[in-house]
Nanobody
Framework: EVKLVESGGGSVQPGGSLNLSCSASGLSLNDYGIGWFRQTPGKKREGVSWVGRNGSGRNYADSVKGRFTIVEDYPNNRVHLHMNALEPEDTATYYC?????????????????????WGQGTQVTVSL
């Protein structure tokens, strides 16, 4: 059984940092393109960051560029999302997902339809 589990969410003040982790069982994350997405109630889920298969390229949504970093930890079958300079607008449930994708095709990973496996999400709240 394939399972993705997000962890590391929590509550922080604006300007703070959090490190999210996506752990996998039943598959090897380096064989997949990995994406982080987020969603708030009543809004469409949006992509945050993506890393290609075997770490072949990465990209970020404009809203998080320069503040978030996606980091592969393939020996431990994890992918992390380091989030700095958090803003109240970053408040959301964060999901990781795995997609079958050719190496380097990071552009494809921005589309939710590319993903086969999803985690259950972890809540991030940024407020005073």
């Amino acid at each position: 059984e394939v399972k993705l589990v997000e962890s590391g969410g929590g509550s922080v003040q604006p300007g703070g940092s959090l490190n999210l982790s996506c752990s996998a069982s039943g598959l090897s994350l380096n064989d997949y393109g990995i994406g982080w997405f987020r969603q708030t109630p009543g809004k469409k889920r949006e992509g945050v960051s993506w890393v290609g298969r075997n770490g072949s390229g990465r990209n970020y949504a404009d809203s998080v560029k320069g503040r978030f970093t996606i980091v592969e930890d393939y020996p431990n079958n994890r992918v992390h999302l380091h989030m700095n300079a958090l803003e109240p607008e970053d408040t959301a449930t964060y999901y990781c997902a795995a997609a079958f994708s050719p190496p380097g095709m990071v552009g494809l990973l921005t589309h939710e339809a590319a993903y086969t496996y999803w985690g259950q999400g972890t809540q991030v709240t940024v407020s005073l």
